[in-house]
C-alpha cells in the first residue's frame, strides 16, 4: 500500500501521530458529492500477514482519532480509551493492529465542513453535504481497503462510535467477526431527538454562526456552541450520578454570566464543559456529528430493522448502561433482542452504574468486563 | 376589605376577569426591595362567613391567574385547571372561596421585571430583586389577609406551584388546614437545576437581551427563551411518553430553521412550544421564576429540612408523578417521609402515568383522585 500521510488535509493536524489519507471523491447517500476527501486516523500494533488481526475503535461525537496514548500537551487528558488500549489491556496492540479514524464530518484531521472546498477555495460551512453513519463506515472502509486490512477482527465504540460499529455489521457483513455497539441502538429516541434539537437551535441562533460562513468572520458561534455542550451533558449523566457529583452544592468556579441568587456546581460544571468544547471544536462540524446520530436508523435503505439486521454475519454484542438516558439500557437490550430475532448472532451485557451514557469513557474495568469476547471464543 | 382593582398594576391585564392589588412595599428575603407591588388575581366562589372556606391554588412556571373559566379569545385553552376547578368538581366553587394569584416575579399582572419601577419611571429589568419561593408565598399572604381570608382550606399547585404550597405549610402553619403539593419536592436535584442552567444561558446569550434591557428597543431575546422553553419542555415529558406521542416520526409542521435530512416531529413541536411561549411571557420574568424554582429548598433559614417540616401543622398530602424527571417520584416520596419522620402529618400518593411532570395539567381522572382528602377527613 501506498499511503502518503498529509495528502489533501485541509486542516492537517499538527500532531506528528495522527496521519492522513486521502480517500477521494465521496458520494454521501443522501445527497452531494464531496471531492479529495481526507480521514486523520491512528494506528497501534501492527497488521500480521494474514491482513485479519485489525481492531476498529470508533470515537464518539466530539472525540477524536487519539484513542490511545499517554498525556501531552496536545492531549492534555491522554488517549481517550487510554484505560482499554495497550499492551496487557482490553485491547492489545501486541496482538491487534488498533485503528482509530477521525469520522466524515468531523474537525480533527478529516474533511468536515470546516475543511477548504477544492473546487471554490472556502470552506464548505453549510454548503457541506448531510453525512449519515453509515457514510463515515464506508469512508473508514476505503481506508481499510488502503491499508491492507481484509478483515476486522473487532470494530467496538460508544454513543454514535456504537451506532458505527452495528452500521459495519449490518454494511459489511463479511469483513467483520465481531462488533460490539456500546450505549447505542438501531435508533435514536425522541428524548435524544429533543436535546439535539437544544443543541442545534442554540447553534443556529448564535448571530456568529451567519449561516455557517463564520470562519473569515474573526468571530465564532461560541455562545450557542456552549449551549449546544451543555445539553449533551446533562444526557451523558444520570440523575443519581448528578446528586452525587454535584448535589445542590454552591459553585466553585467563577461564573461566566450574570448571577441570581447565588450558584450551583453543577451550572459552573455545564459552564465550563461547554467553554472547554470551543477551544477545540467546530461548531458546524458538531451540527453535522449530532444530525448523523439523529438519523441514524439501522433499518434505513431496508425493508424494516429485521432485514437489515439479518444481514449481519459478526458477532453481534450489544453492551447497554443502566443509568444511560441517551440511549437507555432497556433500548440497547431491545435492539440486541430484534438484532437476535433477525437471526443475528446477538448478545447483550449491561454496565450497572451511576456514570449515565458516559459510563463508557469512565467505568473501566466495568467497560472491560462488557467488550471481552465470550469464553467460548477466546 | 377595600380593592382597588386597577391599583398599581404596571402592566394591568386586559381581562376584565382579572382583579390587582396593591399590596405595597415588599421586602425581598435575599435583598432588595420593592415598592407598590401589585399582585394579579382571580377568585371563584364566595368566602363564608367564617372566612374560612379559602383554597388557594398555585400556578406553575410560566401559568397565570386563570385556573378556571371557558377557552376565550384571550384564553384560548381556557383555565389551565379548568377540569379540576367548577362545580361539583374536585374544587367546588359552590362551597370553596377559590383564589389564583399571578406570582410575584411574573408577567400576568403582577409586579415582576418587566413591571415599571415606580422609583425611575422605567422597566425593573435585572435591577428586579432575585426572588425566591418563599416572597411569593408571603406576597400572597397579604393579599389573602386583604381579601378578610383567616385561613385556607386548602393550598395546592403542581411544580412551583407545589413548591409554594409545601411552603405556605412552613411558613404560615398556623393559616393553612391542608397543603398538596404536587411533582415538587424539598428541593430540585441538580439534573433540574442543569437544565435550567441551559435556559438562562440561551436567554442571557441572546444578543437582543441586553441585560435584560431589552423593553425600549423594539427587539426581544425571542431566541433565547425559545431554547429556554424547548429545555423546559424536555423536563416536563417522559422518554416513554415521548416515544409514544412523537417516536421517530417526521416533522407536520414547517421548519422554522434549516433543514438538515429531514425534520422529526419531536422538533417541531420543541419548536412551536418555545414560539409559542414568547407569544406570552417575558424574557426576563423566565428567569426570575426559574431562578425561584432553582433556589428553593424548603430548608432555607432553618438548622435542617427537619426542623422546617417540623413547622407544619396542616396535612400535607405530596403527589408525586411516576415518570417525572424534574421532581423525581422518589424524590417526592422522600420529601413526605422526612416531613413525617419531623412530626407532620405528611402523606403520599402516586400518579401512575407516562405523561411525565406534566401530568398535573393532563392527566385528570388521575389527579382529581390524589388530590382528594383522605376518606376520614371528608
Known sequence: ?????????????????????????????????????VLAYET????????????????????DSHASGAPSPEHRRGGWWEPVIGPGKAIDPDKYFVICSNVLGGCSGSTGPASVDPETGRPYGMRFPVVTIRDMVRAQKRLLDDLGVTKLALVIGGSIGGQQALEWAVEFPDFVDRAVPVAATGALGPQGLGMSEIGRRAIMADPNWQDGDYYDTGKRPDDGLEIARMAGMMTYQSAA????RFGRRPASRSPIHREQGGRFEIESYLQYQGRDLTSRFDANSYLYLLRAMDLYDVSN???????AYSQVKADLHFVGITSDWLFPAAEVKESAKRAAQAGANATYSEIDTKSGHDAFLKDWAELKEAIKPPPNRT
Open 1 to 37: 500500500m501506498t499511503l502518503d500521510p498529509r495528502a489533501g488535509a485541509s486542516q492537517a493536524p499538527a500532531r506528528p501521530e495522527i496521519l492522513t489519507h486521502r480517500i477521494g471523491d465521496f458520494e454521501p447517500e443522501l445527497g452531494g458529492s464531496l471531492t479529495e476527501v
Open 44 to 63: 497501534w500494533g501492527e497488521l500480521n500477514a494474514t491482513a485479519d488481526n485489525a481492531v476498529l475503535v470508533e470515537h464518539a461525537l466530539t472525540g
Open 241 to 244: 450520578g448528578q446528586w452525587e
Open 301 to 307: 435503505g431496508y425493508k424494516s430493522d429485521e432485514e
